[in-house]
T-cell receptor, first 114, second 116 residues
Framework: GENVEQHPSTLSVQEGDSAVIKCTYSDSASNYFPWYKQELGKRPQLIIDIRSNVGEKKDQRIAVTLNKTAKHFSLHITETQPEDSAVYFCAASSPNSGYSTLTFGKGTMLLVSP | DAGVIQSPRHEVTEMGQEVTLRCKPISGHDYLFWYRQTMMRGLELLIYFNNNVPIDDSGMPEDRFSAKMPNASFSTLKIQPSEPRDSAVYFC??????????????FGSGTRLTVV
């Protein structure tokens, strides 16, 4: 089945800096890659996603890039703010591991210091 | 829409007791997922349903765990008997995939289970 690795496990940045979180996946058939943000004690919430027919997608300060050849995708947050502090999860969906199921990375705890 | 609704939000129970977690998916969503979240293992898929039918329960850790979806608006996850290692946050999520693609899940608020 699909395996998703996520790095780093923790990331500390100063307010205003950029943050990058990287994920790799194992199944070349995977075609959907969402990112979730989970604030302390709350539910994971979808913040951005990308499909395999697109190389990059941007939404204000957040962008995601996908390299299908290398089987990795990344989340980029620019001009970070303290409210960006949370755990971020990447995920991948593979038709081979069950239609519509997502395999999640272990998460990255992002801490933005004022 | 009120989103995915889970109950209870918190559950503290003694080892050996039966625990039932409940979930109401978003109306019209035909996929329902149960995940377990722990610090060590992250988010683990336990089981998922499509149109109320269990599709894959390979993630259910043991026979002590069971899940049902009697109708499109309700699902339960039961642990009997519960053990301290079952302590975790249990999330329910629902999704309505398109014909050739899927959409991100919508998660419920989760149930924090503590077995003492």
């Amino acid at each position: 089945g699909e395996n998703v690795e996520q790095h780093p496990s923790t990331l500390s940045v100063q307010e205003g800096d950029s943050a990058v979180i990287k994920c790799t996946y194992s199944d070349s058939a995977s075609n959907y890659f969402p990112w979730y943000k989970q604030e302390l004690g709350k539910r994971p919430q979808l913040i951005i996603d990308i499909r395999s027919n697109v190389g990059e997608k941007k939404d204000q300060r957040i962008a995601v890039t996908l390299n299908k050849t290398a089987k990795h995708f990344s989340l980029h947050i620019t001009e970070t703010q303290p409210e960006d502090s949370a755990v971020y999860f990447c995920a991948a969906s593979s038709p081979n591991s069950g239609y519509s199921t997502l395999t999640f990375g272990k998460g990255t705890m992002l801490l933005v210091s004022p | 829409d009120a989103g995915v609704i889970q109950s209870p939000r918190h559950e503290v129970t003694e080892m050996g007791q039966e625990v039932t977690l409940r979930c109401k998916p978003i109306s019209g969503h035909d996929y329902l997922f149960w995940y377990r979240q722990t610090m060590m293992r992250g988010l683990e898929l336990l089981i998922y349903f499509n149109n109320n039918v269990p599709i894959d329960d390979s993630g259910m850790p043991e026979d002590r765990f069971s899940a049902k979806m009697p109708n499109a608006s309700f699902s339960t996850l039961k642990i009997q008997p519960s053990e301290p290692r079952d302590s975790a946050v249990y999330f329910c999520a629902s999704s309505s995939p398109g014909r050739r693609a899927i959409y991100g899940y919508t998660f419920g608020s989760g149930t924090r289970l503590t077995v003492v």
